[in-house]
């Protein structure tokens, strides 16, 4: 388990990190994206939010997309937060979130 410290260390840059591959993607896709402590994607058609934000109590990043919640452990061997059941990453989970929202795959 990581300390607190280090979780807020490593969910910035993942966060960060997101923002700035949805950031490149959005224009192409059609898309907003924020990040203002919790990263935000916005969709025009069919209208959608989708929020990624860090839960400090529980040192988990947690994502709410198509009415589902997704909570993502820290995986140390990784170096990456992933779903701890199916071991998909925090970039892979949004791909697929985004990619069912436009009904178009999409790389980040």
């Given at each position: 388990m990581?300390?607190?410290?280090?979780?807020q260390l490593r969910s910035?840059?993942?966060?960060?990190?997101?923002?700035?591959?949805?950031v490149k993607a959005s224009d192409e896709y059609g898309f907003?994206?924020?990040?203002?402590?919790?990263?935000?994607?916005?969709?025009?058609?069919?209208?959608a939010k989708f929020v990624v934000s860090p839960n400090a109590p529980v040192k988990q990043v947690w994502v709410s997309a198509h009415m589902k919640s997704y909570k993502l452990d820290w995986d140390p061997t990784r170096s990456e937060f992933v779903l701890p059941d199916s071991g998909k990453s925090l970039?892979?989970?949004?791909?697929?979130?985004?990619?069912?929202?436009?009904?178009?795959?999409?790389t980040l």
């Open positions: 990581i300390d607190d410290q280090e979780f910035d840059e993942a966060l960060r990190n997101l923002h700035n591959a949805l907003d994206t924020d990040f203002g402590g919790a990263l935000t994607i916005e969709f025009e058609g069919p209208p970039k892979q989970l949004v791909e697929e979130a985004i990619t069912s929202q436009l009904g178009e795959p999409i």
